[in-house]
């Protein structure tokens, strides 16, 4: 009987085109991050991006088919890091019931990445792009610190520790948080939601104006001064 050897030549072929296909990818999606930076998202051309990684844009249409297509991917990559960096810095605080140390945690990794990206963070917190939808696909990346959010407050809700209404609310502010505490999984109090949504708020605020040049003049040390408006955004009881 004769031995017919295995081949791997065209598994080998595959992996190459494979491993081939992966970096001219991540060199497209690496250009168009850095094209961020010089003409924003409303501007960000294939064409430019094909131009700066050396292919012709029939090329790169072949890996991203539009220009909404590499901007979703590029959202779902920031989302995703800024999502890592705040997840871990929740997960490295030992003591759950530290809500306080938690949401700083929280408050300052996001900080950290948007001071260190901001072109990204403009990119997923500054102007919509015009006709630009964003896909379902989105959904899922974009709400990471959200949810880590709501898990904060869902834990001092399960622990009793909402706070005392700051006064009446109306039956149309009640209704009007429905989707909120769906979002939580749990019924919080109007209370512990609106000091929710004003910690998001704040957060998402305050670096905005940091990024966006708003506090020229205004604030001389930014590290301090974020510092002290997290911990009185502080969503907890």
Known sequence: ?????????????????????????????????????????????????????????????????????LLTELLVICFDEVGDQTEAADASVADRTD??????????????????????????????????????????????????????????????????PAGPDSAELHASLAGLRAFAGVDLSDELALIGLRAWAGLVGSVTLELFGHLVNAIDDHQAYFDAAARRLAPVA
Request: proline share 7%.
């Open 1 to 69: 009987m004769v031995h017919v050897p295995t081949t791997t030549t065209g598994a080998a072929s595959q992996t190459a085109r494979a491993i081939a296909r992966e970096q001219l990818t991540a060199s497209i999606l690496r250009t168009a991050r850095q094209q961020l930076a010089t003409v924003g998202p409303a501007q960000l051309s294939v064409r430019a991006v094909a131009r700066d990684v050396g292919m012709v844009s029939s090329a790169v249409y072949r890996y991203f088919p539009s220009r909404d297509e």
């Open 99 to 164: 809500y306080l140390g938690r949401w700083l945690a929280i408050a300052h990794a996001f900080h950290n990445w948007a001071s260190a990206h901001p072109y990204d963070f403009a990119l997923l917190y500054g102007s919509p792009v015009p006709g630009y939808v964003a896909p379902r696909r989105t959904v899922g990346p974009a709400t990471r610190v959200t949810r880590l959010l709501m898990a904060l407050l869902r834990d001092q809700h399960d622990a009793g520790k909402s706070p005392a």
